[in-house]
């Protein structure tokens, strides 16, 4: 079993920052790949970021070049700094890890509401 935890969510002006971070705990060595999801009212949910144990990265296409995504081995957290955040960028992220195909372990979640 793995448990996620998220941080860093809050309450930002259209144009500023915020940086997420997830901290992994249980059984880790089990995870390929870690991501970012998003869902906001009335949608579904969406890839943000994810990044993989070789380091490959992808992202959404809505964030392409405004969204970073990191990750810290040593002390099991994987980030994701937001830059230039845009209203449409309001939601609830959630961590997710990857232990083969699918995104099976997910964190609780942490809102982001971005005003214009």
């Known amino acids: 079993q793995v448990r996620l935890a998220e941080s860093g969510g809050g309450l930002v002006q259209a144009g500023e920052s915020l940086k997420l971070s997830c901290t992994a705990s249980?059984?880790?060595?089990?995870?390929?790949?870690m991501g970012w999801f998003r869902r906001a009212p009335g949608n579904e949910s969406e890839l943000v970021a994810v990044?993989?144990?070789?380091?490959?990265?992808r992202y959404g296409d809505s964030v392409k070049g405004r969204f970073t995504i990191s990750r810290n081995s040593a002390e099991d957290t994987v980030y994701l700094q937001m830059d230039n955040l845009k209203p449409e960028d309001s939601g609830i992220y959630y961590c997710?890890?990857?232990?083969?195909?699918?995104?099976?372990?997910w964190g609780h979640g942490t809102r982001v509401t971005v005003s214009s």
């Open positions: 990044i993989t144990n070789r380091g490959i990265i």
């Open positions: 249980g059984r880790i060595l089990s995870i390929n790949a």
């Open positions: 997710a890890g990857r232990p083969g195909a699918y995104f099976e372990y």
